[in-house]
């Protein structure tokens, strides 16, 4: 599931992804489920409440009234609306208090639903009822579910811990939010992506078009250090044909790793191919960038481009880049027709 888990992660806390409700949390608090980080264990750190985990975990579960057991879950709001490809529900450190089983929901809700409202949804099965096992990270493709969701619910049978659950897929964003304003075009919230990219050795490239600022090298996108002539570059798919009109160019915290200089190109894929060398122009002549800084550079915005190519002289990182224009007519048309065809 390679292909899946390279698409952003939808539920991540870093993209504004939240656990609104579980059925039990008495070990181990839900939010950790979509925390950003590896899950992370320190034996012998025990608190009230016994061993201490970076994960979720459910108390023992015991037979009710009626004799049955029942099962234990967590609903997560997606950060960032979309499709969903795959999901990976990750036991790391879980041993003997994994769940056996688990399965996946998944809905869509307009607005700003409570979890009751949520809860009421027309819920629609994305993982089956599949065993898990223990410390292992369980990798599943979602196929033949073409549909913008909003929220997920992880389902664990009967009871246990689960460290992380990660939610890939392609961002399908409101074009009511979008259509008629000036917006950032390589948003990955709005839908940008990065579809190619010479080097990312360090950290992945879409993590320049991450909502908010950059807290650490990390989380932006840094190369390996380039020994041979030339440099390296990101081809990012904008959220839709448009006219960009600023670049931000953000350096923040590369002190010593940051480019010498860096240029931007447009190309539009709907009269030629990304490969074409000949078809690319260009939108900010190379120019000197300082480490460990904001940099903007108004563009003429005299061109509809659907990609942009950003390049680094010679070799480095970008924490974000920013690429505010607007939509054209064609490109309100296509995010609305989508929007239409995912939701209805």
């Excluded at 057991?69 to 990750?90: E, F, K, M, Q, S």
């Excluded at 599943?140 to 929220?151: D, N, P, S």
């Excluded at 950003?310 to 880049?321: C, E, N, Q, S, Y």
Aim: hydrophobic residues 40%; contains cysteine.
């Amino acid at each position: 599931m390679s292909d899946a888990t390279a698409l952003p992660d939808l539920a991540v806390r870093t993209l504004g992804g939240s656990v609104i409700a579980a059925s039990d949390e008495s070990f181990a608090a839900k939010e950790n489920l979509i925390n950003p980080w590896a899950p992370v264990f320190r034996p012998q750190t025990f608190g009230a409440k016994g061993q201490e985990y970076d994960g979720w975990e459910t108390a023992r579960r015991r037979p009710g009234p009626d004799g049955r057991l029942g099962h234990d879950w967590a609903v997560v709001r997606l950060g960032l609306p979309g499709v969903i490809r795959g999901v990976v529900i990750d036991t790391a450190h879980f041993t003997g208090n994994f769940p056996p089983q688990a399965s996946v929901e998944a809905c869509a809700v307009d607005g700003h639903p409570s979890p009751d409202e949520v809860a009421a949804a027309d819920w629609v099965e994305i993982v089956p009822m599949s065993p898990l096992k223990g410390d292992t990270a369980h990798e599943f493709t979602v196929a033949g579910v073409e549909r913008r969701f909003t929220h997920v619910r992880l389902n664990i049978h009967p009871d246990g811990g689960v460290a992380r659950l990660r939610v890939h897929g392609d961002v399908v964003p409101d074009p009511r939010l979008l259509t008629g304003l000036t917006i950032d075009l390589a948003a990955l919230e709005n839908g940008g992506r990065v579809v190619a990219c010479s080097n990312g050795f360090y950290s992945a490239p879409d993590n320049m078009l991450h909502p908010g600022p950059a807290r650490n090298q990390s989380e932006g996108w840094e190369t390996a250090r380039r020994r041979e002539p030339g440099n390296e570059w990101a081809v990012v798919r904008l959220a839709a044909p448009g006219v960009i009109r600023l670049a931000e160019i953000d350096t923040s915290n590369l002190r010593y790793n940051a480019p010498g200089a860096v240029a931007l190109w447009g190309l539009d894929a709907r009269r030629a191919s990304l490969d074409d060398a000949s078809a690319w122009r260009e939108l900010l002549a190379r120019t000197r960038v300082q480490p460990d800084g904001r940099h903007r550079f108004r563009l003429p915005g005299d061109r509809e481009v659907t990609h942009v190519r950003v390049d680094i002289h010679p070799d480095g990182g970008l924490a974000r880049l920013r690429l505010f224009g607007d939509l054209t007519p064609d490109g309100e048309r296509l995010l609305t027709a989508r929007w239409h065809e995912l939701t209805n």
